[in-house]
T-cell receptor, first 113, second 112 residues
Framework: SAVISQKPSRDICQRGTSLTIQCQVD?????MFWYRQQPGQSLTLIAT?????????ESGFVIDKFPISRPNLTFSTLTVSNMSPEDSSIYLC??????????FGQGTRLTVV | GENVEQHPSTLSVQEGDSAVIKCTYS??????FPWYKQELGKRPQLIID?????GEKKDQRIAVTLNKTAKHFSLHITETQPEDSAVYFC???????????FGKGTRLSVIA
């Protein structure tokens, strides 16, 4: 399967600031997704990153807080805006070609202080 | 939307014993059911998956069974080893380009 490089791997940020997470895939993928994983918890879907159009957000997640870009079939970014300590979590991107398994980036461990 | 329930949340087995993790799903349109293993601090890694046109799939010590009528699927690990210790997640999707919905995870501990 394809390989996703995600960065940064971790960051400590001040509340009120924003952090942009990047995912680069080594081959074209049809769909990319962004998940949040609280420590010791499961993965919760934030949004589907659509190439060339606005992302599709899940209930409880909004574009103003989590703007997403996907300019081409190999790259996507997630921004966590106006951060608060409640945003401390692991953020994971995922990709799929539709007929293959979904694979994940290595995750970004975000701590907001 | 889809809801995936996973049991148990924790499981401890002796090395060499078998481990079974069970999941149920709610959306009858779901047709793809992968299992992921996540070690501490690592990304989830696919270990096995099954599509709704088959009832069972095996890969060495790992097997997955699917009961579409009852909407449940299970992971079976035989001859467990300490390196099997991790968190296992089941998931479901409608296949194609649709996202995965994950269960809450099972923390498996294999005691040597």
């Amino acid at each position: 399967s394809a390989v996703i490089s995600q960065k940064p791997s971790r960051d400590i940020c001040q509340r009120g600031t924003s952090l942009t997470i990047q995912c680069q895939v080594d081959s074209q993928v049809t769909m990319m997704f962004w998940y949040r994983q609280q420590p010791g918890q499961s993965l919760t879907l934030i949004a589907t990153a659509n190439q060339g159009s606005e992302a599709t957000y899940e209930s409880g997640f909004v574009i103003d807080k989590f703007p997403i870009s996907r300019p081409n079939l190999t790259f996507s970014t997630l921004t966590v805006s106006n951060m608060s300590p409640e945003d401390s979590s692991i953020y994971l991107c995922s990709g799929t070609t539709g007929n293959t398994e979904a694979f994940f980036g290595q995750g970004t461990r975000l701590t907001v202080v | 939307g889809e809801n995936v329930e996973q049991h148990p949340s924790t499981l401890s087995v002796q090395e060499g014993d078998s481990a079974v993790i069970k999941c149920t799903y709610s959306d009858s349109a779901s047709n793809y059911f992968p299992w992921y293993k996540q070690e501490l601090g690592k990304r989830p890694q696919l270990i096995i998956d099954i599509r709704s046109n088959v009832g069972e799939k095996k890969d060495q010590r790992i097997a997955v069974t699917l009961n579409k009528t009852a909407k449940h699927f299970s992971l079976h690990i035989t001859e467990t080893q300490p390196e099997d210790s991790a968190v296992y997640f089941c998931a479901a999707s409608k296949g194609g380009n649709t996202p995965l919905v994950f269960g809450k995870g099972t923390r498996l501990s294999v005691i040597a």
